[in-house]
Each structure stands twice: as C-alpha cells, then as structure tokens.
C-alpha cells in the first residue's frame, strides 16, 4: 500500500471531522438546517465525507490478503453515522 494514500486517507478523515465539528457548533449556534452557513458547512462536510469513504474502499482493496475485509470502511462508516449521514447519501454524491 502507498503512504501517499494513507497519508491522503488520514487528511481526509481529519478534514471531515473538522467539517463535522462546525456543524455541530453552528446547530448548538441555533442554525437550522436552512441557514446559509449552515449549509455551506454540510456541503464542504459532505466532500470530505465523499472523499473518506473513496479512500477506505481503495486501502480495503489495496491491503495485503491476510488484512482483507472492510478495516476502514468499517471506520469510515462510524464516522457517517456520527455526522448523521447516510451511506446512500455518500454514494448518490459519488456518481
């Protein structure tokens, strides 16, 4: 496996979780779900999260045949579930 793509798997989970935390503040802010800022966070969320879940599924196929399964979707998968986003919604993204 390249560093570079665990390198980019890294910033892209740090990146989402950074996105995640402004859309937890700016809810706790009171902004609805309507509210520019708001949105503007969930769409730059949502990006990273497209990008997340696109490195975890190369490194799950990429790793070494005693590793094989879903290591890190199975990480990236919690971390939608915590931002409240759906897999589906990830892969409508994704087309």
């Not at 799950?60 to 979707?73: C, E, F, N, V």
Request: glycine share 8%.
């Amino acid at each position: 496996m390249s560093d570079d793509l665990h390198k980019r798997h890294m910033q892209a989970w740090g990146q989402a979780d950074q996105m995640a935390r402004l859309c937890i503040e700016l809810k706790q802010q009171g902004c609805n779900s309507g509210d520019p800022a708001f949105l503007a966070a969930r769409k730059a969320m949502l990006a990273e999260l497209v990008m997340l879940i696109d490195l975890s599924q190369q490194l799950d196929s990429t790793g070494p045949a005693w590793r094989k399964g879903d290591i890190y979707m199975t990480g990236a998968k919690a971390m939608l579930s915590a931002c409240g986003v759906s897999i589906q919604e990830i892969e409508a993204l994704q087309v």
